[in-house]
Nanobody, 123 residues
Framework: QVQLAESGGGLVQAGGSLRLSCAAS????????MAWFRQAPGKEREFVAA????????YYADSVKGRFTISRDNAKNEVYLQMNSLKPEDTAVYYC????????????????WGQGTQVTVSS
């Protein structure tokens, strides 16, 4: 099972950028789809972005399309989330997840989670 640890969160002004990283341990990382989710206070955890094991296909929530970019480096066992043009509504704890499978529509069935990293966007 892949173990995950996020980093890179912090406080940023609206319109700014942050880059989140997720370090993974385990020999199966390079064959595992990865995703980012987020959870704002009082709300359910929601999907943000996903990337297939090869990095060739990516998927995004409508709310972040054009602003966020997910990528991965299988040589380093890391996955990233570049967040640009941040808005106050992006404030949440961001979680990295190892996904069970992907279809043409997206990636599903989270198998493991990181501990999360806080992102706060001030207006």
């Amino acid at each position: 099972q892949v173990q995950l640890a996020e980093s890179g969160g912090g406080l940023v002004q609206a319109g700014g950028s942050l880059r989140l990283s997720c370090a993974a341990s385990g020999r199966t990382f390079s064959t595992t789809a990865m995703a980012w989710f987020r959870q704002a206070p009082g709300k359910e955890r929601e999907f943000v972005a996903a990337v297939r094991y090869s990095g060739g296909s990516t998927y995004y929530a409508d709310s972040v399309k054009g602003r966020f970019t997910i990528s991965r480096d299988n040589a380093k066992n890391e996955v990233y989330l570049q967040m640009n043009s941040l808005k106050p509504e992006d404030t949440a704890v961001y979680y990295c997840a190892a996904m069970g499978y992907c279809t043409v529509y997206g990636c599903y069935d989270p198998k493991s989670w990181g501990q999360g990293t806080q992102v706060t966007v001030s207006s």
